[in-house]
Every structure is written in C-alpha cells, then in structure tokens.
C-alpha cells in the first residue's frame, strides 16, 4: 500500500503564498509522476500541476507563473509552491501520484484564501 500525507495548508491573504508538502510512503517502487489537483466547493476536481519523471512539469493555464511544483526523489515528497493567491483558489487541495500502473490519492489539505 502507498501512503500520501499532506502538509502546509492553512489561511492565507490573498496576494499571500503557501507551499504545500506531501510525501508518499509505504510501497513506494518507482513513481512515475506526481500531482497536485483541488476542488473547489461545488466544483469538479481540477488538475493544478503535474511533475513527470524525468522533471517535466505542466500547469493550470491560471496558475502559471504563480505556482511551482517540484520534487525531491529521494524523499519521495512533492511540493506546491503558490504564490500570488486569489480569494477563488480557496479549495482543498489533493496530493495524486501515479506508480506501476496505480494510482494514489491524499487525503486533501484545506487552502483558504481571505479577500
């Protein structure tokens, strides 16, 4: 089994920046990508950023060049650096990673942006 802890959520200003942790732990063998997705109330579960294997990175279109996403492998942990929130990114935010085929979720982390 395969373990995602989250960390770093909490209330911030908007304008603010938070960076959000996770690390994976259990039957960890060979990540091949790791994510962040949120949900806003009432809304579809939506992908933020995504780091493959190798470093490649992709991005919301609306959040790019405010958020980072990076990794450290031999932590199996990866981060989500946001700067510059908005009062409409307040959502819970999930930690996913994709392995061997399978993939995890955490169990999500409360971001509130105050306006």
């Known amino acids: 089994q395969v373990q995602l802890v989250e960390s770093g959520g909490g209330l911030v200003q908007a304008g603010g920046s938070l960076r959000l942790s996770c690390a994976a732990s259990?039957?960890?063998?060979?990540?091949?990508?790791m994510a962040w997705y949120r949900q806003a109330p009432g809304k579809q579960r939506e992908l933020v950023a995504r780091i493959i294997r190798g470093g490649t990175t992709n991005y919301a279109d609306s959040v790019k060049g405010r958020f980072t996403i990076s990794n450290d492998n031999a932590k199996n942990t990866v981060y989500l650096q946001m700067n510059s929130l908005k009062s409409e990114e307040t959502a819970v935010y999930y930690c996913w990673i994709a392995q061997m085929g399978y993939t995890y979720w955490g169990q999500g982390t409360q971001v509130t942006v105050s306006s």
């Open positions: 259990g039957s960890i063998v060979s990540i091949g990508a």
